[in-house]
């Protein structure tokens, strides 16, 4: 089982600045910022490091507890006072989920009820661990943009929170002694166990697909919570058993939706669940609904699943209610090859949860294309396959220089990484790439499972 990296869970009332820092520190604008409060509605997770220390910040809509703003600023885009209960929820997730928290809050608005409220929440559902409040909870007050307004954020002292950190999210400024404080705060990787042998296999697509009917008969049993209503799931529930004498863990996970759509309060943090479970997976089972049209979304998740470098089944779920003919299944390969055509390594399972129609196939494939993500070639047979490749189609030349392939070796399994030796790692065209690895996968097949291939420039 593969081990997720820190979580750390940007928290605050609406319009503090949260999107802006978010874009901040995952170095690119991937959060949509704008004045009116409220904006964020999606899950935004990005990957950053400090000092050496990879970790996960998610970006979440704001949590205002009383349904009142800020002195000066605009109304909540959705009423959030209907939703105390939701929100405060939300904020409890928060620290559930999370290693650390980011709390952040605004020096122009000055401490707010909702700032109060909101880190009365944070505390009230922080638990001990080794005789210390986890999650750490790190204060940090947006809009410092000058010299008074950094003497200004010692009022947030007033929070009980600890050392506030001014910071300008927007000009970066005292955003380095604000990592240096969150990356102090994460808790140690835990040391590895049993569990890691396990192989994890994670159950993911969209709401309403199937994927706790499709849990409940890989068991046998009526383990997870089965419902006709989309959303239903809340947790990545996981589950453990012994298959053919390989112990696994089963994930179900809550359903991924389309961005736009995702509620603001617990449907937030189901997602978070959601993506996290499928960082910790070793084969995710992307579950599409046979009676339903391929949509962009089932897409966008098989995309964050190759993302995370993850080996993927795909799993065509509710086969019995299809009219079939002849010629039913091979339209829909073609269609899955098309419209997934970045998985067309993949191999397609059409399954029913409800009649068990090739359900004992799906643990048999998972595990298969499990061994071919720990599968390790010997060099000498790479480089055979690298030179037939060369000698069948040259390499490509750009602005007169000619690419040229020296050496390869597989430096790591889990997924399969494969480290090129070059003249010069730009003239590598993106085709030419993908040319070496069907060269590589035709020579051994690594069904389900992602090729990471590495140019490093060799040496004079």
């Not at 990296?5 to 609406?14: E, F, H, I, N």
């Not at 220390?53 to 885009?77: E, N």
């Not at 990545?236 to 112990?247: C, E, F, I, Q, S």
């Not at 997934?340 to 595990?367: C, E, M, N, W």
Request: hydrophobic residues 40%; aromatic residues 6%.
């Amino acid at each position: 089982m593969s081990k997720p990296r820190p979580v750390v869970a940007l928290v605050g009332r609406p319009n503090v600045g949260k999107s802006t820092l978010f874009n901040r520190l995952a170095g690119e604008r991937l959060a949509v910022v704008d004045e009116v409060p409220g904006t964020t509605r999606d899950r935004l997770v990005a990957e950053t490091e400090w000092n050496g220390v990879a970790f996960d910040v998610v970006d979440t809509g704001g949590i205002d507890p009383t349904g009142v703003t800020a002195p000066g600023k605009q109304p909540l885009s959705v009423g959030s006072a209907q939703f105390i209960r939701e929100i405060r929820r939300q904020a409890q997730m928060a620290v559930e989920d999370a290693d650390a928290v980011l709390f952040l809050v605004d020096v122009e608005s000055g401490v707010t009820p909702a700032d109060r409220e909101v880190a009365d929440i944070l505390r009230r559902y922080q638990r001990q661990r080794e005789g210390k409040p986890f999650p750490p909870i790190v204060l940090a007050v947006n809009k410092c943009d000058s010299v008074e307004r950094f003497a200004e954020a010692a009022q947030f002292y007033e929070l009980g929170l600890g050392d506030p950190y001014p910071i300008s999210a927007m000009h970066g400024t005292g955003t380095g002694d604000l990592l240096d404080a969150l990356v102090d705060a994460l808790p140690p990787a835990p040391p590895s166990d049993e569990e890691e042998d396990r192989v994890a296999i994670a159950i993911v697509g969209k709401p309403n697909v199937g994927k706790s009917s499709l849990l409940n008969r890989l068991l046998g049993e009526e383990r997870a919570i089965v419902s006709p209503i989309a959303g239903t799931t809340r947790d990545a529930v996981d589950t453990y058993l012994t298959y053919d004498g390989t112990p696994m863990t089963l994930i179900d996970t809550a359903g991924i939706r389309r961005r736009g759509r995702i509620a603001p309060g617990v449907e937030k943090y189901s997602v978070l669940r959601s993506f996290r479970a499928i960082q910790r997976a070793d084969v995710a089972l992307l579950v599409l609904d046979a009676t339903t049209p391929i949509s962009a979304q089932d897409a966008h998740i098989a995309g964050f699943v190759l993302e995370a470098w993850k080996s993927v089944v795909v799993v065509v779920n509710k086969w019995d209610a299809v009219e079939k003919d002849t010629y039913t299944m091979q339209a829909y390969i073609e269609e899955i090859r098309k419209k997934l055509h970045f998985l067309d390594y993949v191999p397609i399972l059409f399954v029913s949860a409800k009649t068990g129609q090739r359900v004992h196939k799906l643990l048999p494939t998972a595990l298969q294309v499990n061994e071919a993500r720990l599968t390790r070639l010997p060099t000498s047979f790479i480089n055979r396959i690298l030179q037939e490749a060369m000698d069948r189609h040259p390499p490509p030349s750009k602005g007169g220089r000619l690419l040229k392939i020296y050496f390869g070796s597989q430096v790591s399994v889990a997924p399969p990484t494969f480290v090129l030796q070059v003249n010069a790692p730009d003239l590598m065209h993106f085709s030419y790439r993908r040319y070496i690895e069907n060269r590589l996968r035709e020579a051994h097949p690594f069904p389900g499972t992602p090729i990471r291939l590495v140019l490093r420039k060799k040496n004079k």
